[in-house]
């Protein structure tokens, strides 16, 4: 994978919207359905959030996707140049456990965009067990390289290069590498247009 500059501070970001719009941390909760310490943790930089969660976030404090990664632009289309990608690491704590993934914005300064196209690195996870996600909207996955271990609800899969896989997002789901080798994907999500809660 292509080295990138240090990965972005979306907890900072998501404190600093949340406090300019005087909303408390219990307001987020009743708007996303997660846990006050969840959120502390993500504002804090204990963990990073998984895509599935910063949809709810961004719904929750009326941002598009892109306010965490740059400013969007007024031109009807987005051009993001390799080099200016920006990354964000999946960290499961303060000592850097890792979830298994990191993901690329592929679209952020889309102006009113619909759809969130990311460029996703997936890894062994130094957890043994993680949370399937869950949220509004529609996903879309493609494999560029590598296997990819997918569960929806009660289904499971094994994806290889060239197969792609399109779902409702409110299946409780997780998108991981199988076996002990990174995989990317292309991962597209259209966010859904009203927030539900899980």
């Known amino acids: 994978m292509t080295d990138y500059v240090e990965d972005i501070k979306v907890g ?10 005087s909303l408390t941390i219990d307001d987020i909760v009743s708007r996303t359905g997660l846990s006050s310490s969840e959120i502390s943790q993500i504002e ?46 999946r960290f499961a704590s303060t000592e850097g456990k890792s979830y ?28 043994s067990e993680v949370d399937p996600n869950c949220h509004t909207g529609e996903e879309f996955i493609f494999v560029i390289e590598g296997e990819v271990e997918v569960s929806l609800g009660d289904h499971n899969d094994v994806l290889y290069p060239g197969d792609s896989i ?12 199988h076996g002990d080798k990174e995989a990317r994907i292309l991962a597209v999500i259209w966010p859904g247009e009203e927030m539900m809660i899980f």
């Open 12 to 21: 900072k970001k998501i404190k600093d919207i949340r406090e300019e719009k």
């Open 44 to 89: 804090n930089r204990m963990v990073s959030p998984s895509l599935g969660t910063l949809i709810k976030l961004t719904k929750a404090l009326d941002v598009s996707m892109s306010y965490f990664f740059t400013e969007e632009t007024a031109e009807p289309f987005c051009l993001v140049r390799a080099e200016d990608r920006q990354v964000v690491s």
């Open 100 to 127: 298994g993934y990191s993901y690329e914005s592929l679209g952020y300064c889309k102006k009113d965009g619909k759809m969130e196209p990311f460029l996703v690195t997936l890894n062994p996870p130094d957890i």
């Open 166 to 177: 399109y779902y409702d997002a409110n299946i409780p789901h997780v998108v991981a590498c």
